[in-house]
Protein backbone atom coordinates (compact mmCIF):
# COMPACT_ATOMS: atom_id res chain seq x y z
CA UNK A 1 0.00 0.00 0.00
CA UNK A 2 0.98 3.59 -0.07
CA UNK A 3 0.92 5.17 3.53
CA UNK A 4 2.57 8.69 4.30
CA UNK A 5 3.51 9.71 8.34
CA UNK A 6 3.65 12.66 9.67
CA UNK A 7 3.60 13.69 13.43
CA UNK A 8 -0.03 14.43 14.47
CA UNK A 9 0.97 17.95 16.48
CA UNK A 10 3.79 19.92 17.25
CA UNK A 11 4.12 22.65 19.63
CA UNK A 12 7.06 25.20 19.36
CA UNK A 13 7.71 29.12 20.66
CA UNK A 14 7.07 31.79 18.89
CA UNK A 15 10.78 33.49 17.33
CA UNK A 16 11.65 29.79 17.18
CA UNK A 17 12.77 26.84 15.01
CA UNK A 18 10.55 23.97 14.38
CA UNK A 19 11.31 21.10 11.75
CA UNK A 20 8.47 18.44 11.01
CA UNK A 21 9.19 15.20 9.69
CA UNK A 22 7.39 13.19 6.82
CA UNK A 23 8.12 9.52 5.73
CA UNK A 24 6.52 8.05 2.85
CA UNK A 25 6.29 4.72 0.89
CA UNK A 26 4.70 4.90 -2.16
CA UNK A 27 4.66 2.26 -5.19
CA UNK A 28 6.21 5.53 -7.50
CA UNK A 29 7.85 8.66 -6.54
CA UNK A 30 7.43 11.79 -9.06
CA UNK A 31 7.95 14.61 -6.49
CA UNK A 32 6.88 16.13 -2.61
CA UNK A 33 5.30 19.01 -1.68
CA UNK A 34 4.41 20.23 1.71
CA UNK A 35 1.57 22.72 1.68
CA UNK A 36 0.20 25.27 4.73
CA UNK A 37 -3.53 24.77 5.57
CA UNK A 38 -4.94 27.67 8.09
CA UNK A 39 -8.14 26.00 10.16
CA UNK A 40 -11.39 25.81 7.94
CA UNK A 41 -8.87 27.31 4.92
CA UNK A 42 -7.65 25.78 1.39
CA UNK A 43 -4.34 23.98 1.39
CA UNK A 44 -1.82 26.34 0.17
CA UNK A 45 1.27 25.46 -1.84
CA UNK A 46 4.89 26.07 0.17
CA UNK A 47 7.52 24.22 -1.62
CA UNK A 48 8.53 21.26 -4.07
CA UNK A 49 11.01 18.74 -3.68
CA UNK A 50 12.00 16.54 -7.23
CA UNK A 51 15.79 15.60 -6.60
CA UNK A 52 17.49 15.09 -3.38
CA UNK A 53 18.66 17.99 -1.31
CA UNK A 54 17.21 20.81 0.16
CA UNK A 55 15.41 23.95 -1.18
CA UNK A 56 15.13 27.02 0.49
CA UNK A 57 12.17 29.59 0.67
CA UNK A 58 12.88 32.60 2.57
CA UNK A 59 11.84 31.50 6.34
CA UNK A 60 10.31 28.01 4.58
CA UNK A 61 13.09 25.51 4.06
CA UNK A 62 12.37 21.65 2.41
CA UNK A 63 14.55 18.77 2.66
CA UNK A 64 14.43 15.47 0.55
CA UNK A 65 15.57 12.05 0.68
CA UNK A 66 14.65 9.15 -1.57
CA UNK A 67 16.97 6.73 -0.65
CA UNK A 68 15.32 6.99 3.03
CA UNK A 69 11.70 7.92 2.17
CA UNK A 70 11.78 10.92 4.03
CA UNK A 71 11.70 14.68 4.02
CA UNK A 72 11.41 17.93 6.72
CA UNK A 73 10.09 21.35 6.43
CA UNK A 74 12.22 23.46 8.58
CA UNK A 75 10.02 26.94 9.84
CA UNK A 76 12.44 29.52 11.04
CA UNK A 77 11.74 32.99 12.98
CA UNK A 78 8.31 31.32 13.96
CA UNK A 79 5.38 33.75 13.82
CA UNK A 80 2.12 33.38 15.52
CA UNK A 81 0.32 33.40 11.98
CA UNK A 82 2.19 30.15 11.40
CA UNK A 83 -0.11 28.51 13.84
CA UNK A 84 -1.91 26.11 10.68
CA UNK A 85 -1.56 22.57 10.06
CA UNK A 86 1.08 21.46 7.34
CA UNK A 87 0.41 18.85 5.01
CA UNK A 88 3.04 16.20 2.90
CA UNK A 89 2.14 15.21 -0.29
CA UNK A 90 3.38 12.66 -3.03
CA UNK A 91 2.93 12.63 -6.48
CA UNK A 92 2.66 8.82 -7.38
CA UNK A 93 2.13 7.59 -10.54
CA UNK A 94 -0.60 10.65 -11.50
CA UNK A 95 -1.91 10.83 -7.96
CA UNK A 96 -1.10 13.10 -5.18
CA UNK A 97 -1.37 11.10 -1.76
CA UNK A 98 -1.56 12.92 1.11
CA UNK A 99 -0.35 12.71 4.88
CA UNK A 100 -2.76 13.50 7.86
CA UNK A 101 -1.35 16.45 8.63
CA UNK A 102 0.62 17.68 11.19
CA UNK A 103 -1.18 20.59 13.77
CA UNK A 104 1.74 23.17 14.34
CA UNK A 105 0.67 25.24 17.66
CA UNK A 106 2.50 28.46 18.42
CA UNK A 107 2.78 29.92 21.66
CA UNK A 108 3.97 33.37 22.94
CA UNK B 1 -7.57 37.04 -10.86
CA UNK B 2 -6.34 33.32 -10.92
CA UNK B 3 -8.71 30.82 -9.13
CA UNK B 4 -10.65 27.81 -8.61
CA UNK B 5 -14.34 28.40 -8.28
CA UNK B 6 -16.38 25.67 -5.97
CA UNK B 7 -19.84 26.26 -5.65
CA UNK B 8 -22.04 25.26 -3.05
CA UNK B 9 -19.35 26.61 -0.11
CA UNK B 10 -22.31 25.21 2.18
CA UNK B 11 -25.00 22.53 1.30
CA UNK B 12 -27.14 20.72 3.61
CA UNK B 13 -29.08 17.62 2.30
CA UNK B 14 -30.93 14.49 2.19
CA UNK B 15 -29.71 11.03 2.45
CA UNK B 16 -30.61 10.17 -1.62
CA UNK B 17 -31.06 13.52 -3.47
CA UNK B 18 -28.74 14.30 -6.33
CA UNK B 19 -26.11 16.62 -5.67
CA UNK B 20 -23.90 18.59 -7.87
CA UNK B 21 -20.46 20.58 -6.83
CA UNK B 22 -19.11 22.24 -9.75
CA UNK B 23 -15.29 23.61 -9.86
CA UNK B 24 -14.30 25.69 -12.68
CA UNK B 25 -10.97 27.19 -13.29
CA UNK B 26 -9.46 30.09 -15.03
CA UNK B 27 -5.63 29.56 -15.45
CA UNK B 28 -5.90 27.06 -18.78
CA UNK B 29 -4.81 23.78 -16.58
CA UNK B 30 -4.88 20.31 -18.13
CA UNK B 31 -5.02 18.25 -14.36
CA UNK B 32 -7.92 18.42 -11.98
CA UNK B 33 -8.88 16.84 -9.33
CA UNK B 34 -11.56 16.18 -6.42
CA UNK B 35 -10.45 15.64 -2.71
CA UNK B 36 -12.51 14.91 0.39
CA UNK B 37 -10.97 16.07 3.40
CA UNK B 38 -11.91 14.15 6.64
CA UNK B 39 -10.61 14.97 10.55
CA UNK B 40 -7.57 12.48 11.77
CA UNK B 41 -7.39 11.18 7.65
CA UNK B 42 -6.30 14.20 5.77
CA UNK B 43 -7.02 14.88 1.49
CA UNK B 44 -8.12 11.78 -0.10
CA UNK B 45 -8.19 11.61 -3.79
CA UNK B 46 -11.76 10.73 -5.47
CA UNK B 47 -11.31 11.76 -9.00
CA UNK B 48 -8.72 13.14 -11.02
CA UNK B 49 -8.78 14.16 -14.99
CA UNK B 50 -5.31 14.72 -16.70
CA UNK B 51 -7.45 16.65 -19.59
CA UNK B 52 -10.26 16.91 -21.35
CA UNK B 53 -12.20 13.28 -21.77
CA UNK B 54 -10.06 11.76 -19.63
CA UNK B 55 -10.80 11.12 -15.80
CA UNK B 56 -9.61 8.55 -13.41
CA UNK B 57 -10.43 7.30 -10.27
CA UNK B 58 -8.82 8.49 -7.17
CA UNK B 59 -8.44 6.30 -3.75
CA UNK B 60 -12.26 6.51 -2.96
CA UNK B 61 -14.05 7.14 -5.83
CA UNK B 62 -17.63 4.93 -4.72
CA UNK B 63 -20.46 7.57 -4.79
CA UNK B 64 -19.00 9.62 -6.55
CA UNK B 65 -19.21 10.58 -10.38
CA UNK B 66 -17.11 13.59 -12.52
CA UNK B 67 -17.25 14.53 -15.95
CA UNK B 68 -14.71 16.79 -17.80
CA UNK B 69 -16.27 18.09 -21.12
CA UNK B 70 -14.77 21.40 -21.24
CA UNK B 71 -10.84 22.09 -19.72
CA UNK B 72 -12.16 24.52 -17.34
CA UNK B 73 -14.93 22.32 -15.61
CA UNK B 74 -14.20 19.67 -13.29
CA UNK B 75 -18.02 18.93 -11.83
CA UNK B 76 -18.77 16.35 -8.88
CA UNK B 77 -21.93 14.23 -9.13
CA UNK B 78 -23.19 12.64 -6.01
CA UNK B 79 -26.00 10.31 -8.01
CA UNK B 80 -27.13 9.27 -4.19
CA UNK B 81 -25.67 10.60 -0.93
CA UNK B 82 -25.42 9.03 2.28
CA UNK B 83 -24.88 10.14 5.45
CA UNK B 84 -21.14 8.98 4.71
CA UNK B 85 -20.12 11.38 2.17
CA UNK B 86 -20.90 13.68 4.69
CA UNK B 87 -17.12 15.75 4.57
CA UNK B 88 -15.05 18.68 3.61
CA UNK B 89 -14.20 18.66 -0.17
CA UNK B 90 -11.73 20.49 -2.08
CA UNK B 91 -11.21 20.74 -5.61
CA UNK B 92 -7.81 21.49 -7.30
CA UNK B 93 -5.81 22.42 -10.46
CA UNK B 94 -2.71 22.56 -12.00
CA UNK B 95 -0.89 22.71 -15.13
CA UNK B 96 -0.25 19.98 -15.56
CA UNK B 97 0.44 16.67 -13.52
CA UNK B 98 3.49 16.92 -10.94
CA UNK B 99 3.03 20.48 -10.42
CA UNK B 100 1.66 21.89 -7.66
CA UNK B 101 -1.94 22.43 -7.30
CA UNK B 102 -4.17 25.25 -6.75
CA UNK B 103 -7.01 24.79 -4.04
CA UNK B 104 -10.72 26.25 -4.39
CA UNK B 105 -12.31 27.57 -0.90
CA UNK B 106 -14.08 23.74 -0.27
CA UNK B 107 -17.53 23.02 0.16
CA UNK B 108 -18.97 21.51 3.34
CA UNK B 109 -21.66 18.88 2.48
CA UNK B 110 -24.12 17.58 5.19
CA UNK B 111 -25.80 14.50 4.21
CA UNK B 112 -29.25 14.33 6.78
Known amino acids: GQNIDQPTEMTATEGAIVQINCTYQTSGFNGLFWYQQHAGEAPTFLSY??LDGLEEKGRFSSFLSRSKGYSYLLLKELQMKDSASYLC?????????WGAGTKLIIKP | EAQVTQNPRYLITVTGKKLTVTCSQN?????MSWYRQDPGLGLRQIYYSMNVEVTDKGDVPEGYKVSRKEKRNFPLILESPSPNQTSLYFC???????????FGDGTRLSIL
Open chain 2, 92 to 102: ASSPDWGQPQH
Open chain 2, 27 to 31: MNHEY
Open chain 1, 49 to 50: NV
Open chain 1, 89 to 97: AVYSNYQLI
